[in-house]
């Protein structure tokens, strides 16, 4: 049976046809995207091959290098290594008047450890390792890096004294600052908090292999690159604290380091799934 129009013959059939493969066309693309969709969802839940994650942890100290030596430059106070700040707040609570900077201190060490707070129990309820939640980590804290950035573009060095455009990107910066300490645990590279020195140093010179190969003694190799690598930080904050870009300098370096980092846990090869006999 056959129809006429002003264009031609056209058989039922092959009419049909057209229209079967028409609907069929549309529900293979979306079956496609799909496929692409839940490829991307289970790449994005999988998590991550801890082995030579370390590279990105030791990357966090010259990000820890470059935020404290340049605040401690510009504030009078850390942003990521607490130490010095509980001691700036002991000399500070002895004689309170006599300056500021035990405030600025405290206010450093009470966001550090409400951080702590709020990024150990996100790894955790999500899974530490889980490709997702480091990405999400992180971006959160280069955020916080560039909200404190925008903060003090627009104060343009105004001084340290207690104002908001001081103490807010100080509280911004030291809360980003655990969520590296905290990614550290997460890894299961727990000497690599990239806030801590002091026990580097003593874990360092007290290994019995402290003389071994290069290769004998990796744990040796990460003690030994942590204070070097948060040294070449401080020295380019410093360069930055002291030159006309100042703290912002500093904070923006820090922020294209923090992208380094998600892209790298972006592409990063997924823990192998153990295999079913």
Known sequence: MTTVNGYGTLSHDVSANRSANDENEPLLGK???????????????????????????????????????????????????????????????????????????????????????????????????????????????????????????????????????????IALVAFQSSGQAVTSRALQYNSLTSVVLTSIYCDLFSDPLLMAGLSANAERNRRAAAPLLLLVGAILGGVWAHSSVGLAGALWTAAGLKIIIIGAFFLWRAEPKPTSR
């Open 31 to 169: 079956k496609s995207t799909s496929a692409q969709l839940e490829h991307f969802r289970e790449y994005m839940t999988d998590d991550i091959d801890k082995r030579w994650a370390d590279l990105l942890l030791l990357l966090s100290y010259v990000i820890t290098g470059l935020l404290d030596s340049s605040a401690v430059f510009i504030w009078g106070s850390f942003v990521s290594m607490q130490t010095g700040n509980t001691v700036y707040l002991g000399l500070g609570l002895v004689a309170p008047t006599a300056g500021t900077r035990w405030i600025r201190s405290g206010t450093s060490i009470g966001f550090f450890c409400f951080g702590s707070f709020c990024f150990s129990r996100f790894h955790r309820h999500f899974s530490p390792k889980r490709r997702w939640v480091l990405l999400v980590s992180f971006t959160a804290q280069l955020l916080l890096i560039i909200a404190a950035g925008i903060i003090v573009v627009v104060d343009n060095g105004k001084g340290n004294d207690l104002r908001w455009e001081v103490l807010v990107p």
